[in-house]
């Protein structure tokens, strides 16, 4: 089974600061790298697929990169609507996993 | 609009077993494959199972295998998962969720339903 893991498990930011969050991959997994965004009390939604690919709806402040092992979802300027928990998953192998989550918090 | 309804979550005790279902509408329900996701209370996701748009192909995570059990019913459009023997452990929200075509991306999911497993 490939693990992701995310680290840290929060971090802490004020608006309009640049946000980097990353995820390691156990074992290479090309670009097979989704990143979804979980706000409390409501179900994940799509931000990025194929590590860079933004989703419909995705504003361009988000931005995927990397491939292999290392990943990271960078948010250009968080705005008040983009502090949430932030998922990666993969495509890879059965079983599709995802890591643990990395909570962006207003500082 | 895509739209995905979980419902059946409730309080069963360890050893119970319990139904889950997800009505769906919006989108053309028999060409899209499915799954179920799960969230423990204050952690991360974990898969659950999948099944094609002709319900023929399943897979299972090791932790549900011999317990659970996807299914679907493409007249009426809606998911399945059946759950036996129930554990503390499988106390979750349950999402179903649906792929993005040929791309295997969870792109749409429903709002969860709570399942408590507890004596």
């Known amino acids: 089974e490939i693990v992701l893991t995310q680290s840290p498990a929060t971090l802490s930011f004020s608006p309009g600061e640049r946000a980097t969050l990353s995820c390691r991959a156990s074992?290479?997994?090309?670009?097979?790298l989704a990143w979804y965004q979980q706000k409390p009390g409501q179900a994940p939604r799509l931000l990025i697929s194929d590590a860079y690919n933004r989703a419909t709806g995705t504003p361009a402040r988000f931005s995927g990169s990397g491939s292999g092992t290392d990943f990271t979802l960078t948010i250009s300027s968080l705005e008040p609507e983009d502090f949430a928990l932030y998922h990666c998953q993969q495509r890879s192998q059965w079983p599709r996993t995802f890591g643990g989550g990395t909570k962006v918090e207003i500082k | 609009e895509v739209q995905l309804v979980e419902s059946g979550g409730d309080l069963v005790q360890p050893g119970g077993s319990l139904r889950l279902s997800c009505a769906t509408s919006g989108f053309t329900f028999s060409s899209y494959s499915l799954n179920w996701v799960r969230q423990t209370p204050g952690k991360g996701l974990e898969w659950i199972s999948y099944i094609t748009p002709s319900g023929v192909t399943m897979y299972k995570a090791d932790s549900v295998k011999g317990r659970f059990t996807i299914s679907r019913d493409n007249t009426k459009n809606s998911l399945y998962l059946q759950m036996n023997n129930l554990r503390d452990e499988d106390t979750a929200v349950y999402y179903c969720a649906k792929e993005t075509p040929g791309e295997f991306w969870f792109e749409s999911w429903g709002q969860g339903t709570l399942v408590t497993v507890s004596s």
């Open positions: 074992q290479s997994i090309s670009t097979d």
